[in-house]
């Protein structure tokens, strides 16, 4: 394939050493001949804490993997409390106008905002590409003002009003708009009917395409059927799902399976004050935070993956990436999710699927899976892993997203 030239300016309050797959889009623009700068903010998520090697002060200009990093100053999440959520929502706009010259002399040929929450983030964004005349695409990752209120529980009229009067004006202020699926576009299309749009979905790393085995991991796991869970443990995640499970399995003198969740995150000690409330803590095995190269491994050593979302308008209408890289692993997955990523299990016959917030249908698809045959399960997960490779490639949707970006 040809390479691709251009230089693109990408604005993300989220980068590098936190888990975020804008790094790795990144480093695949580096790879098709396009250069990438990265503004961004200072690591501190999901914890809260600020990364090893880093606070307020710096360092504030780094380069990764080719990419030249540009950090601007925000006041970190420290506590997770609601806060300082938005103490960190509206830090990080804020700070980064002010090193906006510090990339004075540097020319763009396009600018991508890949905004995940808040929705502010898109003012630095915003601001660069009209100063400098450069088309900007948002990559909208989070839905707002939908995504906040999976967050913070804003129930406020007149404050809804704002939120979804502020979202939708930056919105229309890029020239692109990049959604997860149909249903978010259509979303999309209602919020700034004027702007071009492109459905490209999440990808994830083919890393997690490969099978791991690790002996030490697995001794450590130790026997039973497994439910691994690895990711952000969040309100949006609802995984007092498997408390519920956890609590039902208990009464019923079923000790043969067991919760793995590698992970953390702002309701990680909610979650563990509930599963000791219940009892139930002989069920579960917390792993913490793990570099995403760690995870094949814990794939590799899990009888099922687990992922679940919370009712919501927003989180029904795209497929995560925790589910795609589900079914990278070739695993079956237990889901409990309504929208579009359930139609995506279902249609891949990947693994069992129920409504968001279903412990009772959940909890009879965890028994359901763990009776099955060994090899029933791993046909499941072969018919993910098939999907995956025809419909969610990086290739592919990189492709997708580098001509969608730099095509005038």
């Known amino acids: 394939m040809e390479r691709r030239t251009g230089r693109i300016l990408v604005v993300s309050q989220h980068y590098w050493p936190e888990n975020f797959r804008i ?13 990438a700068d990265v503004l961004c903010g200072l690591p501190n998520y999901p914890q809260g804490e600020w990364f090893d090697g880093y606070s307020y002060r710096g360092p504030r200009r780094e380069v990764h993997e080719g990419v030249d990093i540009f950090r601007s100053g925000e006041i970190a999440r420290r506590g997770n409390t609601s806060l300082r959520i938005f103490l960190n929502y509206v830090s990080f706009p ?20 890949y905004n995940t929450s808040p929705v502010l983030m898109m003012i630095p964004a915003i601001v660069y590409a009209k100063l400098h005349r450069v088309p900007l695409t948002t990559y909208v990752l989070d839905l707002w003002p939908e995504n906040l209120y999976s967050v913070l529980p804003v129930k406020n009229r007149a404050l809804r009003a704002v939120a979804q009067g502020v979202s939708h004006w930056l919105y229309r202020r890029s020239d692109k708009l990049i959604a997860l699926s149909d249903a978010m576009a259509e979303k ?5 009917p004027k702007r071009e749009i492109a459905v490209i979905p999440q990808y994830c790393e083919e890393l997690y395409l490969q099978d791991a085995p690790d002996a030490e991991l697995d001794a450590r796991l130790g026997g039973g059927f497994r439910v691994l869970f690895a990711g952000n443990i969040s309100p949006a995640q609802d995984l007092g799902l498997l408390v519920e499970c956890a609590k039902r399995l208990s009464a019923e003198g079923r000790h043969g399976i067991r919760f793995v969740v590698v992970g953390d995150g702002m309701s990680r000690a909610a979650l563990e004050a509930e599963i000791d409330a219940a009892g139930v803590r002989g069920y579960f095995q917390f792993e913490g935070m793990h570099p995403v190269t760690d995870i094949p491994a814990y794939h590799t050593a899990a009888d099922a993956l687990f992922a679940a979302l919370a009712k919501s308008d ?17 695993k079956p997955c237990l889901v409990a999710v309504d929208g579009e990523a359930a139609r995506v299990v279902e249609r891949a016959e990947c693994g069992l699927a129920c409504g968001a917030g279903d412990a009772d249908a959940l909890y009879q698809n965890l028994l359901r899976l763990a009776a099955m045959a060994p090899d029933e399960r791993r ?3 072969a018919r993910g892993r098939a999907y995956f490779c025809e419909h969610f490639r990086r290739s592919k949707l990189l492709d997708k997203l580098e001509d969608f970006i730099l095509t005038q």
Do not use: Q, W
């Open 23 to 35: 790094t790795d889009i990144c480093k695949g623009f580096l790879e098709d001949g396009i250069t």
């Open 94 to 113: 804020l700070f980064a106008l002010f090193h906006l010259p510090r990339l004075h002399g540097r020319e763009y040929d396009a600018v991508l905002c």
């Open 188 to 192: 999309l299309r209602a919020a700034a």
């Open 314 to 330: 927003d989180l029904g209408l795209t497929v995560p990436a925790k589910i795609t890289s589900y079914m990278a692993a070739g």
């Open 379 to 381: 046909a499941m997960g």
